[in-house]
Each structure stands twice: as C-alpha cells, then as structure tokens.
C-alpha cells in the first residue's frame, strides 16, 4: 500500500508541475494523492451529513442546540414543525421549509413527500404549485 499510495503522490506531483501555476487541476490532483494515502475514516452516506453538526451558538454564549437529527419521514422530530410552516404560509415548498427550519434541501424535500404521503399537500401539478389542505 505505502509503495502505491507513494507512486501516486509522485505521479500528481509531475502531473502538477506540468500543468498552469496557480492551476485549481494541480490542487484536485495533490488533494486525490492525499486521499489516497490517508482515506476518510468515515466516509458520507447517503442524507448522512459530511461532518459532525455543530450547535449554533445563542448570543449570550450558551448552545442553542443542533438540528435534530431525523430522516425527513413523518416520524422526523420536525415534521409537525414543517406542517405548521406550510399551513401557515399556505405555501408548500422546499425552500420554504429549508429557510424557516433552518435544514438541507433532501431532508426538507422528504418531509414534503411524507406530507402528500399524509394527505396535507396535494401532488405537485404540471405548473409547479401544491394545494396545502386545511
């Protein structure tokens, strides 16, 4: 393994000099021979954030707390949250959902599927637009 991952970084470092100074390609290619050698130890998967989520911090320096974690299903912690945000604004979309929870787009899209799972939100039509039940 240590004679592959070195061949590898040898042969990046050639591709590298040959290429433009300053060149975003030279940067990729030292980062792939990196990674070569020294994996990910976990590498993301799937709706599975890339890092550790971090809780945001409250003005007066105590943790406000992160997001709950939960799969965008309607056994999420933020499903009721959701709906009450799409009857609300009598508006159901994923970017309105992701601004107001403060959450990524798969799991924000997820919960809106599991709210026409539900029967809250209509299929969405040929125009774009949902009709949020009362």
Excluded: C, F, W
Aim: net charge negative; aromatic share 2%.
């Amino acid at each position: 393994m240590a004679e592959t991952a070195e061949g590898a970084i040898k042969s990046a470092l050639t591709l590298a000099k040959e290429l433009p100074g300053g060149s975003r390609s030279a940067d990729l290619l030292l980062v792939a021979a990196i990674e070569i050698m020294e994996p990910s130890p976990r590498p993301a998967k799937g709706h599975e954030p890339v890092r550790e989520q971090r809780p945001v911090l409250s003005l007066n320096g105590e943790a406000a707390g992160a997001v709950p974690p939960g799969d965008g299903s309607a056994s999420d912690p933020l499903y009721d949250q959701a709906v009450e945000v799409v009857r609300t604004h009598q508006r159901a979309s994923i970017s309105l959902v992701q601004r107001h929870l403060r959450i990524g787009y798969n799991r924000a899209s997820n919960l809106l599927e599991a709210m026409e799972a539900q029967s809250v939100v209509s299929v969405m039509q040929s125009n774009g637009n949902r009709h949020v039940s009362a």
